[in-house]
């Protein structure tokens, strides 16, 4: 077995700091921090004893409600989440198998479910230290070995083998006994292998179709499949996530630094949705590759998602969701059906409880919490600091107790401020990423040549304060059609559409949806058919405020040139941009227009034509 490159730090070791902060503590007290007193899927799950789902959606909620707890320190959220695992554990069947299945269906039940509990299960024992975990799990991987020998992986499990590495690896450092690495090795044989998968036709395709092999949540999980039985093959751990990034932006991706999938891959049209669990998923897949690998390409894709995609798929105040966010979405209402989703419901892109299907209901609130503990990583020498963002990591080097502390409202700007405190003097090295948009990277008023990383190897005592800044270029990226994207650092700006929220309240499957649990259907009240007319462009900071990601009070704008078009609909829909403006002359004077970042913006026009 291989080292990974990286390893994270304990939730007792990461403090979020600032915006990030913020963005947690709305996290807690919205849909996340509520889903186990009113979603039935949660509250009433097999896995408490009750007689709702008892699958994905209680270890999906879990894999973030707990970190999250633990890193806001919140005793009331930690008992809710340690209820879950109690109740779990207690469950567990004396011949080990854990999820909540009646010995005669078993043959019948897709362990997928189990491979994401044991995900959550090291999770629940890195932030609290749990020693029933590791026992739990030994039965747990003992019993599974033995049912896959019997029954091999299908369904889910099939296309999401390799999620149970993670936990298998956790226990086999712990106890290092064989038969653990010749599970993996069983869950390697029996999974789906997606070499062949990515070299089909079918995967460059959009198509009107459900296939597991074109899911987007499958992809966008697997991308880390090959980086993580890396470790136990010890092959090149970053050429097949490369290969497998490359080709899904190729034939899918979209200006946001994500790929489509409304069920499944849905091709590079800026109208088509992508799922939000597929948003997560990528994420973490991103986090896992940069520790198994130490490749920072994938810290700059996280940030992308991170400051794009996640926040524009969640309302500001986190109360709701989307199942599909469209980089073009002008309005989200019903859509006639069929919808413009390949695969999709024609409603899957309105803000709500549980829009299309509630697995990313329970899924998404894992993003922020694994996002903050990945903003600093270490190895036997160094402290890195990873994704960047407003955050303090204090932890034991050798005999010293240490902290680094990164003040900053990056990605809003292009200022951080570290703050380094030994107890005693201690020599250890201090990385720090360079993000791959920085154009120029000064560190204490000297401008450093660095690429990846400004490399800080030094005795440390008491304070010392590190100051670096990036600058930015903001440019066009060049998107099909003739399109193009407006980008400054790690943020993508569409064309500021003022807003209306149409509330409904209803009730469907034993639950009341009244606020806050309702849904909405947001409609545009301003102008959104433009274009780009020439380079004229000029950036205004304004304050942060408690909701960082909100199209009321964006921290940063981009004022550009831009005129009206004839952009008109996509045919057989009133509330769907066309794919590519049906004319491209101009249909009004130059105007000075706003456009903000896409992730503080529920509405956007993101890819549009530039013409001069």
């Known amino acids: 077995m291989q080292s990974q490159k990286y390893k994270p730090f304990a939730t007792n070791e990461i403090e979020p700091k600032g915006w990030l902060l913020q963005q947690l503590e709305i996290q807690a007290v919205s849909l996340s921090g509520n889903l186990d007193k009113v979603w039935p899927d949660i509250r009433d799950s097999k896995y408490v004893g009750g007689d709702r789902e008892g699958w994905e959606r209680v270890p999906y909620w879990l894999d973030g409600f707990i970190p999250l707890a633990y890193l806001l320190k919140d005793d009331d959220l930690i008992s809710r989440g340690k209820r879950y695992i109690d109740a779990i554990l207690a469950r567990q069947c004396e011949d080990g198998w854990i999820c909540p299945c009646k010995a005669e269906e078993r043959a019948d039940y897709d362990v997928w479910a189990m491979l994401l509990l044991s995900k959550v299960l090291i999770v629940h024992h890195d932030c609290s230290g749990d020693e029933r975990i590791e026992p739990a799990l030994y039965k747990a991987f003992k019993n599974l070995k033995e049912h896959l020998a019997e029954h091999p992986l299908f369904s889910w499990g099939k296309y999401r083998w390799f999620e149970g590495l993670i936990a298998i690896y956790w226990l086999y450092d712990r106890v290092k006994e064989e038969w653990l690495l010749e599970l993996a090795d069983m869950l390697h044989e029996q999974g789906t292998d997606y070499n062949e998968i990515i070299d089909g036709s079918r995967f460059q395709e959009a198509k009107r179709e459900w296939t597991f092999d074109t899911h987007v949540v499958n992809m966008a999980q697997a991308i880390k499949s090959d980086a993580l039985m890396s470790l136990r093959k010890g092959n090149n751990g970053n050429e097949f996530a490369e290969k497998m990034y490359s080709t899904l932006m190729k034939y899918h991706g979209t200006a946001i630094g994500h790929f489509t999938g409304d069920e499944c891959l849905a091709g590079n049209s800026p109208i088509q949705g992508a799922e939000l669990c597929s948003v997560v998923e990528a994420m973490y897949s991103y986090e896992q590759i940069f520790t198994v690998t130490g490749n920072p390409v994938w810290l700059d894709r996280l940030e992308m998602l991170a400051y794009n995609a996640l926040p524009a798929a969640i309302s500001p105040d986190m109360w ?293």
């Open 320 to 612: 709701t969701h989307q199942y599909d966010q469209m980089v073009n979405q002008i309005e989200c209402s019903k859509q006639n059906d069929p919808s413009v989703f390949l695969t999709n419901s024609p409603d899957a892109h309105i803000y709500g409880l549980e829009p299309n299907y509630g697995c990313c209901t329970a899924n998404f609130n894992q993003g922020w919490p694994k996002f903050a503990l990945s903003t600093f990583y270490k190895d036997n020498s160094s402290i890195i600091s990873a994704a960047i963002a407003p955050s303090k990591v204090t932890t034991q080097i050798r005999d010293a107790k240490v902290s680094v502390e990164l003040q900053t409202i990056y990605p809003f700007k292009n200022k951080l401020k570290y703050i380094i405190t030994a107890e005693k003097p201690i020599q250890f090295e201090l990385k720090i990423r360079i993000p791959r948009w920085a154009k120029r990277t000064v560190v204490n008023e000297i401008e450093t040549t660095n690429t990846d990383y400004i490399c800080l190897n030094r005795i440390w005592d008491a304070s010392t304060e590190v100051n670096v800044e990036f600058e930015f270029e903001t440019k066009f990226d060049e998107r099909p059609e003739n399109m193009v994207c407006l980008r400054h650092g790690a943020l993508c700006y569409s064309v500021d559409i003022k807003e209306e929220w149409k509330k409904i309240e209803y009730t469907r499957d034993d639950v009341d949806r009244v606020f806050p649990y309702c849904d909405y259907e947001v409609y545009p009240k301003s102008k959104w058919n433009y274009a780009f007319w020439n380079n004229n462009l000029s950036i205004k900071y304004n304050d942060i405020y408690d909701i960082p990601f909100s199209p009321d009070n964006s921290p940063i704008t981009i004022i550009a040139d831009m005129v009206e078009i004839d952009w008109g609909y996509e045919p057989g829909y009133d509330n769907v941009c066309a794919r590519i403006p049906k004319c491209r002359t101009p249909i009004s004077d130059v105007h000075r227009i706003t456009l903000k970042p896409y992730g503080c913006s529920n509405l956007h026009i993101t890819e549009l034509p530039k013409l001069n």
